[in-house]
């Protein structure tokens, strides 16, 4: 099967950081599973990359969920308490909740850097948002999940395990997967689940700005981890797939405090990219 053919109707999800990117394959193919989704994020108008959280979630409609815009900065604790209770008392309970809110651009400054090349602004800015907003959500968002038996899905990266990027990367990521296992511990007595996915290389739209070659393919080179081909690339709903399969899945709780490559994933239940292809390019 190409996509997937669960439906989410009647379910409620948050997907943080979801103007662009990741989050919003993640929250397109939610809605189109038929999901209510709360769009988050901090772009209300249009920036120096594409996106909004209105746009997603006008984009939601259109593909027969329901899509919610809400402007939060999960660098603010009240903000994003706010949220939630905005959340319970418009549904009194969460489905799934999404992590995915990263500050990419600015975490594109120092990739390929050495770790004394990396100023520790960059270890706040990193650890900030994409590792403490995760927990401050989740917090957050407990008590909505435990009535629903929900999903917590952390969106990390194989810079848990092998060297990308840099080190505060790779340190911040391997923090990622250890707060999902003792999210998962802390839940076993409960129906709700946590789990790391694993996006390979996305075509993000920061990375569609990279310019074609002589030869007309686009490359992305990164220091001491290669070059790719943008072609060959996951779009950002592929992850996104992966989420509504979990979502769907009545024997999820087995994947629990574990991450998982999205690939293998697709392998496991059956979907694909948009393309039809399975791409491997973690």
Same mark, same amino acid.
């Given at each position: 099967?190409?996509?997937?053919?669960?439906?989410?109707?009647?379910?409620?999800?948050?997907?943080?950081?979801?103007?662009?990117?990741?989050?919003?394959?993640?929250?397109? &193919?939610?809605?189109?599973?038929?999901?209510?989704?709360? #769009?988050?994020?901090?772009?209300?108008?249009?920036?120096?990359?594409?996106?909004?959280?209105?746009?997603?979630?006008?984009?939601?409609?259109?593909?027969?969920?329901?899509?919610?815009?809400?402007?939060?900065?999960?660098?603010?604790? &009240?903000?994003?308490?706010?949220?939630?209770?905005?959340?319970?008392?418009?549904?009194?309970?969460?489905?799934?909740?999404?992590?995915? #809110?990263?500050?990419?651009?600015?975490?594109?400054?120092?990739?390929?850097?050495?770790?004394?090349?990396?100023?520790?602004?960059?270890?706040?800015?990193?650890?900030?948002?994409?590792?403490?907003?995760?927990?401050?959500?989740?917090?957050?968002?407990?008590?909505?999940?435990?009535?629903?038996?929900?999903?917590?899905?952390?969106?990390?990266?194989?810079?848990?395990?092998?060297?990308?990027?840099?080190?505060?990367?790779?340190?911040?990521?391997?923090?990622?997967? $250890?707060?999902?296992?003792?999210?998962? $511990?802390?839940?076993?007595?409960?129906? #709700?689940?946590?789990?790391?996915?694993?996006?390979?290389?996305?075509?993000?739209?920061?990375?569609?700005?990279?310019?074609?070659?002589?030869?007309?393919? $686009?490359?992305?080179?990164?220091?001491?981890?290669?070059?790719?081909?943008?072609?060959?690339? &996951?779009?950002?709903?592929?992850?996104?797939?992966?989420?509504?399969?979990?979502?769907?899945?009545?024997?999820?709780?087995?994947?629990?405090?574990?991450?998982?490559?999205?690939?293998?994933?697709?392998?496991?239940?059956?979907?694909?990219?948009?393309?039809?292809?399975?791409?491997?390019?973690?």
């Amino acid at each position: 099967m190409s996509g997937t053919p669960h439906s989410l109707k009647n379910r409620i999800a948050v997907v943080t950081g979801a103007s662009r990117g990741i989050g919003k394959g993640i929250a397109l &193919e939610l809605g189109a599973a038929g999901a209510t989704v709360y #769009v988050t994020g901090r772009s209300e108008q249009p920036g120096k990359l594409p996106g909004t959280v209105h746009e997603t979630a006008a984009q939601i409609d259109e593909l027969g969920g329901t899509g919610i815009p809400a402007i939060c900065d999960h660098g603010d604790d &009240e903000a994003t308490a706010a949220l939630f209770e905005r959340i319970g008392t418009e549904h009194d309970r969460l489905d799934v909740l999404v992590n995915n #809110v990263y500050n990419s651009p600015a975490a594109a400054r120092w990739l390929g850097r050495k770790f004394w090349d990396v100023p520790p602004k960059a270890w706040d800015e990193t650890f900030r948002i994409g590792v403490r907003s995760h927990y401050v959500a989740a917090v957050y968002a407990a008590p909505l999940l435990l009535k629903a038996g929900g999903l917590i899905v952390n969106v990390s990266s194989p810079g848990a395990q092998r060297a990308m990027h840099n080190a505060v990367y790779g340190i911040a990521k391997t923090a990622l997967d $250890r707060m999902t296992a003792d999210f998962a $511990r802390d839940l076993t007595d409960t129906e #709700v689940t946590a789990v790391s996915i694993w996006p390979g290389l996305v075509a993000t739209e920061l990375l569609q700005l990279v310019p074609a070659d002589d030869t007309g393919k $686009r490359v992305v080179t990164l220091p001491g981890e290669g070059s790719f081909d943008l072609d060959e690339a &996951e779009t950002p709903r592929f992850a996104g797939r992966a989420v509504v399969a979990l979502a769907a899945d009545p024997d999820r709780k087995k994947r629990a405090g574990n991450a998982w490559k999205v690939a293998d994933l697709a392998e496991d239940y059956g979907f694909t990219d948009i393309d039809g292809r399975i791409p491997r390019t973690d």
